[in-house]
């Protein structure tokens, strides 16, 4: 079993509607929690980054965690074509362990005119 | 400002022969990481260095070998190439400040 699952989809959403994307993760160790941005043959960008239980809004972008449950999610509000891309969340422990992420597999999001 | 610069941008090897992705940034920053990318098992890291000088495996780091040049440059080597690391690779620096992954824009190889 993965440390990190999510959905892959692929998602497809008209615009302006309110996106949900998900993951669920197993090791209790994680303590920081990210979600990255990728568009199509590109790297991968740092969109939120959030380290507490509870809501963390930017713009139209809110993201959640709920550490007793072991979920993460980021909500995309008026969503536009130009969200249209592959979302990751990643996480990783505490201490020392800069930018040693685990990855979920990403979900693929299209937003339709 | 170019970033996190990786070179190649493609490349086919065949089984067996070696080579070695380069990687540069130009933000002064102090820890480079090599992820790879495969499709349903999302990006998953393989070597990383902490600060010019130190190197340290991470997830994958089997058939692979690092060199920290200098601050700069963090190189990555495929030895014997096998057709299981046919992969797109990233190279990414930290912005420790922020905890920020800067990205490079991939290399995407093929080993037949």
């Known amino acids: 079993q993965k440390e990190v699952e999510q959905d892959p989809g692929p998602l497809s959403v008209p615009e302006g509607a309110i996106v949900s994307l998900n993951c669920t993760y197993s090791?209790?160790?994680?303590?920081?929690f990210m979600w990255y941005r990728q568009y199509s043959r590109k790297g991968p960008e740092l969109l939120m980054y959030t380290y507490s239980s509870g809501n963390k809004e930017d713009g139209r972008f809110t993201a959640q965690v709920d550490k007793s449950s072991k979920y993460i999610s980021l909500f995309i509000r008026d969503s536009q074509p130009s969200d249209s891309a592959t979302y990751l969340c990643a996480m990783r422990t505490g201490g020392t362990s800069y930018g040693k992420l685990t990855f979920g597999q990403g979900t693929i999001l299209t937003v339709h005119p | 400002n170019a970033g996190v610069t990786q070179t190649p941008k493609f490349q086919v090897l065949k089984t067996g022969q070696s080579m070695t992705l380069q990687c540069a940034q130009d933000?002064?920053?102090?820890?480079m990481y090599w992820y790879r990318q495969d499709p349903g098992m999302g990006l998953r890291l393989i070597y990383y260095?902490?600060?010019?000088?130190?190197?340290d495996k991470g997830e994958v780091p089997n058939g692979y070998n690092v060199s920290r040049l200098n601050k700069r440059e963090f190189s990555l080597r495929l030895e014997s190439a096998a057709p299981s690391q046919t992969s797109v690779y990233f190279c990414a620096s930290l912005d420790r400040t922020f905890e920020k992954l800067f990205f490079g824009s991939g290399t995407q190889l093929s080993v037949l």
């Open positions: 260095s902490a600060s010019e000088g130190t190197t």
């Open positions: 933000m002064n920053h102090n820890s």
């Open positions: 090791n209790s160790a994680f303590q920081y």
